[in-house]
């Protein structure tokens, strides 16, 4: 969704595929809670495939990833809706195209055209990290907040595992009441570890 800086100058190009495969499916049953197994594991540019290992930092449901694009406040007459602040899935607020990304009075990144770049945070009381091994570069971060972590807008389902470890790569998401289910439009967080 949005264009993602590598350490060599170049980029990964907004709109550009991730392609992924289903490692396990554990239906609901009674005493038995719904489990789906992911993994993203290759990137399409153009007729090459780049393989990569990722692992999964949040998830927003569709309608998060909406109201993430729609500013916080109605145009006035003379506003100009692109102008206009944001607030990404996580609490960061976007001040317009262009503008700061702010967490509380603390400037945390700049937005772009297509997303925001920040340094990745992380919240006190999750599970997730900030920099990886010294990474502190900014990232792409999309709709999202540099601090997200874990699944937003979906109440009963939860990332029981990142694949940030052991087994690396493999997105595990449990749902406590019913099947696990995605909607197309939904949003993914996932960090490249290689």
């Given amino acids: 969704m949005q264009d993602v800086p590598l350490e060599n100058g170049s980029k990964l190009r907004a709109g550009w595929s991730i392609l992924g495969r289903v490692v396990d499916v554990t239906p609901s049953t009674s005493g038995k809670k719904a489990a ?27 309608l998060e990833v909406e109201f993430a694009q729609i500013p916080t406040i109605g145009p006035g007459e003379s506003d100009v809706y692109d102008w206009l602040p944001t607030t990404q899935i996580g609490g960061e607020v ?14 945390v990144g700049r937005s772009v055209n297509d997303g925001v770049l920040a340094q990745v945070t992380s919240k006190e009381g999750t599970k997730c990290h900030g920099a990886i091994e ?25 990332i029981s595992h990142a694949g940030r470890t052991d ?3 493999e997105i595990v998401l449990v749902s406590e009441r019913g099947p696990v289910k995605i909607r197309s439009g939904s949003g993914m967080l996932l960090r490249v570890q290689r």
């Fill in 36 to 62: 789906l197994a992911i993994e993203f594991d290759t990137i399409l540019r153009g007729k090459e495939r780049i393989p990569v290992l990722t692992h999964l930092r949040a998830l927003a449901s569709t």
């Fill in 94 to 107: 976007v001040y317009g195209k262009g503008g700061e990304v702010a967490n509380g009075d603390r400037v």
């Fill in 134 to 158: 010294g990474n502190d570069r900014p990232q792409a971060f999309w709709v999202f907040s540099s601090d997200a972590c874990g699944a937003y807008g979906f109440p009963d389902l939860t």
């Fill in 167 to 169: 087994p690396r790569g």
